[in-house]
């Protein structure tokens, strides 16, 4: 909603923004409190996501999106402002679920080893502390899977620098080709999911006994596989989970450019989007390092 | 309260204009990408005395990884964030967490 104050200048107001916030605090209040508050929450968030994006887009074209809020702190945009302090907290998220991932590596790797010195460990157990890099994970097609991830960051920037120029057939361009290359990484990841939960029995309260036996000539199954199947889909599910909402948000902005809504003094959301989806691809660095090669 | 019609404002992102490294920072990144999985993991594509994945202590391989994860996240920070152009106000934001991470893993390397 759009209205001017005496002064003339037009201030931008909207409810679905407040109605995000309410619906993300009522979903994570639940987790406390009931599930059921959660399963409320969940849904007044796709409701009020859906009603903030319909809103949005009935921008009219070549108006500015959104009026312009000023830049009351050094020169810097409200919007860019707030991008930049949500990835600040987006930066403390991941840290927490990072190191507690790897906490319980390492506390996991000196129990069992202190195991295999005592002689303690059951009979037909692997005396291994942790799965070796390629052991259970696809290294190459994950690796196939990062460079989709990096192209997606460079097309992303791509796509900036042409609305920055006004370059509008190469702008949609590389939105769409981002766009692609995220649901690809997506897909990938789905692929991946099915074929670790199904062929390789890992699960995210461990590894399927009886599929491990069956591929180890009746072995049992590792002692690690409890933390390294939690820990594998707790990492990689809410970066996934990250993705997901990124190729939304990329969906979005890509039809919005193919309406002519960017321009070349019009094109803030772009640069916010990209923020997020470069964010995302920093965080993907780490956990391919952490989760796979490591 | 004066309204700015651009939206990429700030002077340093002009000297980012005539500058922009783009397509060498994503080499750079899908290099050290496959340089990783060669030498760590593997994948069969050199014999496997010559991987420091055999050649390094477990420890020292998680060193070695975190440094080249740590360098290709500071060049998509820079460039692709923008950070190296922006204000030292945006700058600070991404700082005031990463002083809680540095803090995280001295815990870590101190334990």
């Known amino acids: 909603m759009v209205s001017s104050n005496a002064h003339g200048q037009e201030h931008h107001t909207s409810i679905w923004p407040f109605l995000v916030a309410v619906a993300t605090g ?20 796709v409701f009020a996501v859906g009603g903030w994006l319909h809103q949005d887009s009935r921008v009219r074209f070549g108006e500015l999106e959104g009026p312009l809020e000023g830049h009351p702190f050094f020169g810097i945009s409200t919007r860019k402002l707030g991008i930049w302090i949500f990835l600040a907290s987006e930066i403390m998220f991941f840290t927490g679920i990072l190191s507690n991932a790897f906490a319980l590596r390492v506390r996991t790797e000196e129990s069992i080893l202190a195991m295999i010195t005592a002689g303690t460990l059951p009979a037909g157990a ?15 097609l994950t690796a196939v899977n990062t460079f989709i991830l990096i192209l997606s960051s460079f097309t992303m920037v791509e796509a900036l620098k042409s609305a920055e120029r006004g370059n509008q057939a190469a702008m949609k361009g590389f ?47 590792p002692l690690w596989g409890q933390t390294f199947g939690s820990t594998f889909y707790v990492q990689t599910g809410f970066h996934g989970a990250h993705v997901s909402g990124g190729v939304l948000a990329l969906g979005f902005l890509t039809a919005k450019a193919f309406k002519g809504r960017y321009s070349a003094k019009n094109h803030e959301a772009i640069e916010l989007v990209g923020l997020y989806w470069h964010f995302v691809d920093v965080v993907w660095i780490f956990l391919f390092t952490i989760v796979y090669l490591v | 309260m004066s309204f700015r019609t651009e939206t990429t404002a700030h002077p340093r992102r002009a000297k980012e204009a005539h500058a922009r490294p783009y397509a060498k920072v994503m080499v750079a990144l899908a290099l050290v990408t496959l340089f990783e999985v060669v030498m760590f993991t593997p994948v069969g594509v050199i ?27 500071s060049l998509v920070a820079a460039y692709y964030m923008h950070l190296k152009y922006e204000s030292r106000w945006i700058r600070l934001i991404p700082i005031v ?11 870590f390397a101190f334990k």
């Open chain 1, 175 to 221: 939105l769409l080709a981002t766009f692609l290359l995220g649901a690809t990484f997506v897909s990938i990841q789905a692929y991946e999911y099915q074929k670790l939960y199904l062929s390789e029995g890992l699960r995210p309260w461990g590894i399927d006994p009886a599929l491990w036996a069956e591929r180890s000539g009746g072995a049992l199954a």
């Open chain 2, 97 to 107: 967490p990463l002083i809680g991470v540095a803090a995280l893993f001295a815990t």
């Open chain 1, 26 to 45: 009522l979903a994570f209040g639940g987790l406390v409190i009931h599930l059921a508050l959660t399963a409320f929450g969940v849904g007044l968030f």
């Open chain 2, 47 to 73: 014999p496997a005395n010559l991987q420091l994945l055999h050649l390094l202590t477990k420890g020292q391989i998680l060193l070695v990884l975190l440094a080249f994860a740590a360098f290709k996240a």
């Open chain 1, 126 to 140: 692997p005396a291994s502390t942790w799965a070796a890099p390629g052991q259970i994970l696809n290294v190459p």
